[in-house]
């Protein structure tokens, strides 16, 4: 079997996700990379040598069968359009879309096309994600009713090194991203484990300025709490990216029978109980346990990233094209710009007081005429555009001139 060559664009990011790829006997043919030094230093980490394209029209004309999308954050909707355009596969890493418009655009485009995409999503594969899935599955905790889940990312506010390598000029989109927007690692997993698509949803902050040192960090929210209503009528408690507490990936099934959870601080073990009415045979009320792989490949998961979420994914989208076919929700593209919707959704509920916000279903047309030309964010763009909303909920909030200038000083170090 020939192997499978793929593009990456964005040599941060990209380049772990490449790694992975090339453990599964992928080809990387190319990367695309605006900064000289960044793709240097890409190279380096991949260990082979590689042709570097700065420009992406350069990069989209090499021989190739899929491209990973590991640019900046909100800006993977034209590349993974033109990616259509050339039947060329798409593993978009993180969100799918950065505006409602671009969520439209991008399911036009692929259901012109004949090309797979996935949402490169890891943490639905963790370990006690995946149990979690398993015991949802097999129908013992009931009808699920109620889910959580949580991505607690505090960054220790005296620590500089972090802005040179992520937040690394003002107008980074790390330093406008609303607390609702990077959601896909807080509402994913309990998508996946429970086959639940949010229909309805509001969302109110938490403002509490970081006190950093160096900042230019124009968003002061510390969390975005997210509530959503599904279309099996459960209901969704999720954070974007938070910031408060301590660092945890905390997840939480509740169905009529019982519920599951992983326990904060506890590495990856898992709390099952059940009701004292509903405990299955061999079960006991309360199960605490280290859950296991199950999986041929442990070994290679083991040493991949994110909780081995990196290498599962890796080979999912491997599968999807060999077998030629699209993934499974809540990876496909339909989920993918609902959990965008989601995330813009909230942040504008957040902005107007806690109102909540239907979730379009982007499979009907008349829901992409309602948001065709919705292009509001809070982000700039790299082709120079402004962002035309606040990225926080107080919405004259600003970083101290001395923390924007000792953010400078980091910088030029």
């Known amino acids: 079997m020939n192997k499978i060559k793929i593009g990456i664009m964005g040599a941060g990011r990209g380049i772990d996700i490449a790694k992975n790829l090339m453990l599964l006997d992928c080809r990387i043919v190319a990367l695309c990379e605006f900064s000289k030094e960044r793709a240097e230093e890409g190279v380096e980490k991949l260990g082979v040598d590689v042709p570097v394209f700065k420009e992406f029209d350069d990069f989209i004309e090499q021989e190739m069968d899929a491209v990973v999308l590991a640019n900046y954050f909100?800006?993977?909707?034209?590349?993974?359009?033109?990616?259509?355009?050339?039947?060329?596969?798409?593993?978009?890493?993180?969100?799918?879309?950065?505006?409602?418009?671009?969520?439209?655009?991008?399911?036009?485009?692929?259901?012109?096309?004949?090309?797979?995409?996935?949402?490169?999503?890891?943490?639905?594969?963790?370990?006690?994600?995946?149990?979690?899935?398993?015991?949802?599955?097999?129908?013992?905790?009931?009808?699920?009713?109620?889910?959580?889940?949580?991505?607690?990312?505090?960054?220790?506010?005296?620590?500089t090194d972090f802005l040179k390598g992520y937040v690394y000029f003002k107008e980074h989109w790390r330093n406008y991203l609303p607390r609702s927007y990077y959601i896909t690692h807080s509402l994913a997993p309990i998508m996946w484990a429970t086959g639940a698509t949010p229909k309805r949803v509001s969302a109110m902050p938490v403002f509490s300025p970081m006190e950093e040192i160096a900042s230019a960090r124009m968003v002061g929210d510390r969390a975005a709490i997210v509530t959503t209503l599904n279309d099996d009528g459960s209901v969704f408690r999720v954070t974007g990216c938070a910031a408060y507490g301590a660092h945890h990936n905390a997840y939480r099934l509740c169905g009529t029978n019982g519920q599951i959870e992983n326990l904060r601080g506890m590495g990856e073990k898992v709390m099952l109980r059940y009701s004292d009415w509903a405990i299955p045979e061999g079960m006991e009320e309360n199960n605490l346990y280290d859950p296991e792989w199950n999986d041929k490949d442990e070994e290679l998961i083991e040493t991949s990233g994110h909780g081995g979420g990196d290498y599962i994914v890796a080979r999912m989208f491997l599968d999807c094209i060999r077998e030629g076919k699209q993934p499974e929700h809540p990876y496909d593209i339909y989920s993918a710009v609902n959990m965008a919707s989601v995330a813009i959704l909230a942040h504008r509920s957040i902005l107007n007081g806690g109102q909540p916000y239907d979730i379009p279903d982007?499979?009907?047309?008349?829901?992409?005429?309602?948001?065709?030309?919705?292009?509001?964010?809070?982000?700039?763009?790299?082709?120079?555009?402004?962002?035309?909303?606040?990225?926080?909920?107080?919405?004259?909030?600003?970083?101290?001139e001395e923390q924007m200038k000792k953010y400078c000083e980091v910088l030029k170090d």
């Open 362 to 400: 982007f499979r009907l047309e008349e829901c992409r005429k309602q948001y065709e030309n919705d292009r509001h964010t809070p982000f700039y763009g790299t082709d120079g555009s402004k962002p035309d909303i606040p990225c926080c909920s107080v919405t004259d909030y600003k970083p101290t």
């Open 74 to 159: 909100h800006e993977h909707t034209p590349y993974a359009i033109r990616c259509f355009e050339k039947g060329i596969h798409v593993f978009s890493e993180c969100i799918s879309n950065g505006t409602m418009a671009e969520g439209v655009e991008l399911v036009r485009a692929f259901e012109k096309s004949n090309s797979v995409y996935m949402l490169a999503e890891n943490y639905p594969q963790m370990k006690f994600n995946r149990e979690m899935k398993r015991v949802c599955d097999g129908g013992t905790l009931g009808k699920i009713v109620y889910a959580e889940g949580e991505y607690n990312h505090p960054v220790n506010p005296y620590e």
